[in-house]
């Protein structure tokens, strides 16, 4: 905005000069407008006289004040384009050397890629727990992942090469969010191929696409339109139902969540079954399920239920107190 400002200022500037100068020939000189007008022009711009010269001292004197001041606009103009020019260039250049080294120095971060629709509220969601990175090729949507502050990299998602940019080893996991299918399939054959560990969790619009996209090593596979139609099937047959769990979602409580926490082997909850673990005082957590590392789910797990090392305790509760049973679970 300050540079829109001096630009203002000096256009305002050169139009208040040729005013003067035009205003100046036309009654000191007794020029005809237009004459007086091409003199103050060919003053400006230092073109030279030829046809048409001042002939009075106070023409002289407007000519002189208007050559001065034509030169003194020429390096305020140019000394407003280079601060533009190079402020692009140092931000441009440093910015992304900045942003490159915060993205090498990500551990366990989380690669998404494509921010369409899906991917922009995925990112909005997570920002505040995760470390991620997005992949993102269209120049129009870069800018808006700037104003977010976010952390990118321009480039094809299917490309391997952009993929180890963005830290694909040492990467948690990866998103593919892109609107093919086909891309979606192919990047997620690529992660794998690349970090053979890491979880991969991609969307398909064609139902069909799902089974392939397992078999090429995803994890986890949605559908938008498919979960979008339960939630809205769920909103006309269990209301109350639906209106719990919206409640339970960040965007709109920001206190009453639920939370998965994973018991570590020095966790003094550890062989306590969950009455004597306290849970419920200690945090004012509810447990509602325990997911045990073998992948088996135990729902609404009897007070008698032993807590074991590698246990994921999915609670609900206000944030705080999970952050306490974190902090219990993770010792």
Known sequence: MPTLRRI??????????????TAGFFWLEDRPLFEAFYLTLITLTTVGYGD?????????????????GGAGLFFYALGVVSEL???EVFQNFFGRRQMEKRIAALRDHYIICGYGRIGKHICHLINRELPFVVVENDPEVIKEIEAE???????????????????????RG????????????????????????????????????VKRLKQAGANRVFSPYLIGARRMALAILRPAVTDFLELTT???????????????????????????????????????AVKKASGEMVFNPSPGYVLEAGDTLIALGERAGLARLEELASA
């Open 52 to 68: 048409i010269v001042p002939q009075s001292t106070a023409g002289r004197l407007i000519a002189i004040f208007i050559a001065f």
């Open 174 to 209: 990866v998103v593919s969010v892109l609107r093919s299918d086909a891309d979606n399939v192919y990047i997620v054959l690529t992660a794998r191929s690349l970090n053979p560990r890491i979880f991969i969790m991609a969307r398909a619009d064609d139902e069909r696409v």
């Open 250 to 288: 960040p965007e709109v409580n920001l206190e009453l969540q639920l939370e998965e926490v994973r018991l570590s082997k020095t966790s003094p909850l550890v062989g306590k079954d969950l009455i004597s673990s306290r849970i419920r005082e200690v945090s004012g957590a509810i447990v509602l």
């Open 85 to 87: 020019v190079l402020a």
């Open 8 to 21: 203002a200022l000096g256009g305002l500037i050169l139009g208040v000069l040729i005013l003067i100068g």
């Open 149 to 171: 502050g976010y952390l990118y990299i321009q480039g094809d998602a299917t490309n391997e090469e952009v993929l180890v940019r963005a830290g694909i080893e040492r990467a």
